[in-house]
């Protein structure tokens, strides 16, 4: 190619794709943020405390979170192996291990877990979107057959945050009070 001939532009559906990967993105970060915000700044009392008729609490709830990150987009997107701590857990012995472990672990360790899949989770959906693209293939098929794209793991785990953050929000309200719609911009986790 010369100097003189003009580079072309990229095909519209290889910005499209790209512009809405993006958006996926960043709806799930968004989603992400407010989960450690309505989670966030909880002793050990707060993480482990049940309210109502549930046995649900804030540190099962975040260590939960952290094991569908895991499975959602590590193993079954990616196709990687679950890592741990998960990789050492018997599932059908204590199938609810997480939601017990975390409500009697540390804070410290509780968001520890949750950071690091999340921080996984982050690298191995670049690569998979990079690799794939949003139309691409998912590493599993469900037992019906069906293969989900990237997008449709996407938009799984976008669901996944979007309810646990209003079972964080309830949980939060009765530990404390905290309530609002979001974490504010300047909020990290």
């Known amino acids: 190619m010369s100097e ?60 939960h979170v952290a ?48 950071r690091d899949a999340v921080e996984r989770s982050r690298e191995l959906v670049a690569q998979v979107v990079k690799e794939r693209g949003l139309d691409g293939p998912a590493a599993f098929t469900w037992p019906d057959g069906r293969t989900p794209t990237v997008r449709d793991m996407l938009l799984d785990m976008i669901e996944e945050y979007a309810r646990h953050t209003g079972h964080a929000d309830l949980l939060r309200e009765a530990v404390d009070g905290r309530v609002g719609e979001g974490a504010p911009k300047d909020f990290t986790f």
């Open 4 to 63: 003189s001939t003009p580079v072309p532009a990229p095909a519209p559906e290889a910005s499209a794709d790209l512009a809405e990967a993006a958006a996926l993105r960043s709806v799930l970060e968004r989603n992400r943020r407010t989960f450690a915000w309505k989670t966030s700044g909880l002793d050990a009392k707060a993480l482990g405390a049940t309210t109502a008729a549930s046995s649900m609490t804030l540190g099962g709830l975040v260590k």
């Open 67 to 114: 094991l569908v990150e895991a499975d959602w987009l590590a193993v079954k997107l990616a196709g990687h192996e679950y890592g741990a701590p998960w990789d050492a857990v018997d599932f059908d012995a204590d199938p609810d291990w997480e939601w017990r472990t975390g409500a009697l672990d540390s804070p410290d360790d509780v968001y520890a877990v949750w």
